[in-house]
């Protein structure tokens, strides 16, 4: 590791204008304790498993920070992930706002279609300074808030990573694929909680009804159609009928993803394994990705999917 009069230099230093930017894009991925962080060249990843069945990710692209510089002991080795509290990390970015985000400007978000930015000045208010740090492996992973000459120091314990198998998505035997405005998505999830379904079945066609998304619980059953509106549907693409059965808990941990997000884009792959990942509108014109992936119940636990 290189090093300037005595100084070792971090393998990974980066500042961010906005923490809340941080915040919000980090949250859509909060329905795990820990996450896994991978610090490249072009950005951290990070990730999460809310269950066997579910899985979160997100990327912040080195392009999102005003200054990004990544040093590792060997260039030619990739630096091995590590894992640290994602319910401490966020914690620590909200440091500063006594609400990190309103609930009026979520419901504001959530019921209007063409709502702004989640990262407009009206919904982020004030911003934070947040520069973090990863001294060498094994070291705490370290964050520096400031805010109008108030500063703030935070050293999160980072873990060995555990051996985590990412749900794969067969991205080259595709049935289905689907780009939509994702408050949309998100108005379809909240219509159909009230019967307290457990599982969701997403159905596709190329003829009418295009896509349903359906649930049924104690309280009854709920059933969203979406019509082959370019307004709707932005891209739809399915060879024919198919139907896959996922837990509705999964979906209602993306929620937060959806709230936040301009638009989404799903993939189902052949064997079920569905990829959901929004677009989210970040400062400056930026953007940034969330994915959530799920996999489906298997055949034999649903009676058969229905095929054509």
Not at 156 to 179: F, V
Request: aromatic share 8%.
């Amino acid at each position: 590791m290189a090093s300037n009069a005595g100084v070792e230099t971090p393998v990974f230093a980066a500042i961010s204008s906005s923490a809340r930017q941080l915040f919000i894009l980090l949250r859509c991925i909060s329905f795990a304790a820990k996450a896994q962080v991978q610090i490249t060249a072009d950005g951290l990843q990070f990730s999460v498993e809310g269950s066997p069945a579910v899985q979160g990710f997100v990327f912040l692209d080195k392009e999102l920070f005003t200054s990004y510089n990544y040093n590792p002991v060997d260039p030619s080795i990739s630096l091995d992930p590590f894992e640290i509290s994602l319910s401490a990390l966020l914690e620590t970015l909200q440091i500063f706002s006594t609400d990190a985000f309103p609930r009026q400007q979520l419901n504001q978000l959530i019921t209007s279609i063409n709502r702004p930015s989640a990262f407009s000045p009206q919904s982020l208010g004030t911003t934070s300074l947040c520069q973090m740090s990863y001294p060498s492996p094994g070291s705490p992973f370290q964050l520096h808030l400031s805010e109008s000459g108030v500063k703030t120091t935070c050293a999160l314990t980072t873990y060995e990573s555990s051996q985590r198998i990412d749900l794969p998505l067969d991205r080259t035997s595709l049935a289905l694929k689907i780009i939509l405005n994702s408050a949309i998505l998100h108005d379809a999830i909240i219509e159909l909680s009230p019967t307290n379904p457990t599982r969701l079945v997403l159905s596709a066609s190329p003829r009418a009804p295009y896509l349903t998304l359906s649930g049924a619980g104690a309280l009854g059953s709920a059933s969203v159609e979406f019509t082959k509106d370019p307004q709707i549907l932005e891209t739809f693409e399915v060879a024919r009928r198919m139907s896959q059965e996922y837990a509705f808990a999964g979906f209602q941990q993306a929620s937060r993803a959806m709230a936040v997000a301009r638009k989404v884009s799903i993939r189902i792959d052949k064997a079920g394994v569905a990829s959901f990942q929004f677009l989210v509108d970040c400062e400056e014109g930026k953007s940034a990705f969330v994915e959530v992936r799920f996999l489906p119940f298997l055949r034999e636990e649903e009676g058969g999917a229905e095929e054509e």
